[in-house]
């Protein structure tokens, strides 16, 4: 019923730059938090980044000043550019939505299928 198309994967070297896209398909009636997360080889699944619809933004520690999460509310469409990367950001990232549908009463988490970011050395 609803999806998250996520976009913007792919291999870079270290010190590179990407952007991540994604969007929910399906007919939505609000969009609450949008944001992404990563898991990296053997590791568990953690937060990058989070925004509101307000534009608050939470990020990870690791990843402070060099990521920044943005959002166009008019296209439900959240962002994340990704500056100076290093090795260790190599991780399936998927983008994470809370969002109420116009068929529905409530919100529900949603996630998208992942992308693959590898940065090599």
């Known amino acids: 019923q609803v999806q998250l198309v996520e976009s913007g994967g792919g291999a870079v070297q270290a010190g590179g730059s990407l952007t991540l896209a994604c969007a929910p398909s399906?007919?939505?009636?609000?969009?609450?938090?949008m944001g992404w997360y990563r898991q990296g080889p053997g590791k568990q699944r953690e937060l990058v980044a989070t925004i509101t619809g307000g534009g608050s933004t939470n990020y990870a520690d690791s990843v402070k000043g060099r990521f920044t999460i943005s959002r166009d509310n008019a296209k439900n469409t959240v962002y994340l550019q990704m500056n100076s990367l290093k090795p260790e950001d190599t991780s399936v990232f998927y983008c994470?939505?809370?969002?109420?549908?116009?068929?529905?009463?409530?919100?529900?988490?949603?996630w998208g299928q992942g992308t693959q970011v590898t940065v090599s050395s």
């Open positions: 399906g007919s939505i009636f609000n969009i609450n938090r």
């Open positions: 994470h939505a809370i969002l109420r549908l116009y068929s529905s009463d409530y919100e529900r988490v949603y």
